[in-house]
Every structure is written in C-alpha cells, then in structure tokens.
C-alpha cells in the first residue's frame, strides 16, 4: 500500500486538496479532525490537557482560546501539548492504515499539516505539497474570522516556508490558478503514484522510533 503525505503551509489550499482526494474515491486520513475529535467534549486527550494546563477544561469542554492563549509564542508549552496529543493522533493514523490495508486500498492520503515539521516525510513513499502565490496565501489567511497580521506571522515562523516545501516535494499541487488545475494535477499525481510500490506499510518499528526521537529533537 502505497503511503501519500499531503501538506502545505497555512492557507495554501489544503483542505480543498484533500476534499478533492476522497471525492476520487481517495482514502484520506484527516489529522487535524482527529486533534479536534481528541479534544472534544469527552474525548481522550482532554484529562492530560487539564492536568499540563489547569483551567483550560470547564465542564468538560475545552475552551480552545484560553489553551491557544497559553502556547501561543510559548514553545516549552507548546511541547508539552504535543507530548499528550501527538501520541493518541498516531494511534488513531496507524489504526486508519490498518483498516485501508485490510481493505485492499492500493493508496492512501494522509493529510497532516506540519509533514515536513515532525520528519513526516520519512513515514511517507511519497508527498504532495500544496502552493499558492503568497500575496494569495496572506490574503486567504487575513479574510478568516479572528486572524490577525501578528498571529498569522506567528504560525508561519513555527512552519517550514513554502519554498522549501516545494524543493522536499515529490509532487508540487498548484492551488492559485483555479479549482479545475487543482484537481487535474491531484488527478495526474495520484495516478503516478500508484505504479509505484509502496515500501512504509507495514510499518518498520526501529525506523519509527529513530524518526521519532529526531522529530522530538528537532522540536526542543
């Protein structure tokens, strides 16, 4: 089964990219709704993030603005917000592989935007990086409810920049020309990466203990 990464920096077009995929008939595993799903009243993440950030959970529901307040600009608290939410996504990625493999999926997408930023690419056969010009990508980003110039310069110094995105890529999706170009070159994409073999399922555990260990490192 051939293991696809799909990402992009903010505002580049990627959730249009992976409601494309599925819409294919694409498999595609969604990280961040899984980080939403983990975070939901009740969900499995929310103990550990009370007890790393005390008051953040009132009633059992996460007040979202108050922990964004806490690890915003604050690295040591944003680790620690991975060390107890990474683990659990990686769980709920290796069961959705599971099933797709089970299923006979010749490939799959996994849609994870900060790829790049935990060495996602070494877990990967191949990557799809989503571009846009970036006078459209800031203008994308401005015109969403609550964002603001210092806040989106933030995300973008935690996030590898485009251009270097494009060099790691296997395949650059260009997302600024229109709906119709983005969709013929996933197309073209998905239907070249399937000739290949796939070599990341099932998984290897030692290359996914060093690949984490250098991804945590990178990251202190």
């Given amino acids: 089964m051939v293991i696809v990464g799909l990402t992009g920096s903010i505002g580049m077009g990627k959730s249009t ?11 595609v595993y969604d990280a961040d709704a899984a980080v939403h799903a983990l975070q ?27 922990l964004g307040a806490r690890v915003f ?4 608290a944003l680790r620690r917000l991975e060390a107890i939410v990474h683990p659990l996504v990686g769980q709920r990625q290796k069961a959705f592989l599971r099933r797709a493999a089970l299923a006979g999926e010749k490939l799959v997408v996994l849609d994870i ?18 571009s846009a010009p970036a006078f459209l990508q800031r203008r994308r980003v401005m015109a969403r409810p609550g964002m603001t110039t210092e806040k989106l310069d933030g995300i973008l110094r935690q996030q590898v920049p485009d251009v270097l995105k494009r060099r790691k890529a296997t395949r650059i999706i260009p997302t600024g020309l229109g709906l119709a170009p983005t969709r013929l070159a996933l197309a073209a994409a998905i239907a070249r990466l399937k000739q290949r073999p796939g070599r990341s399922w099932p998984p290897n555990p030692w290359r996914e203990r060093f690949t984490g260990q250098l991804a945590r490192g990178r990251r202190k």
């Fill in 73 to 76: 600009g604050n690295k040591a």
């Fill in 113 to 130: 935007p900060l790829l790049f930023e935990g060495l996602g690419e070494r877990r990967v056969d191949a990557t799809l990086v989503v």
């Fill in 40 to 66: 939901a009243p009740g969900g499995p993440a929310l103990p550990g993030i009370e007890a790393a950030f005390p008051g953040v959970v009132k009633s059992g529901v996460l007040d979202r603005q108050a």
């Fill in 17 to 27: 990219a992976a409601k494309m995929l599925r819409e294919m008939g694409v498999p």
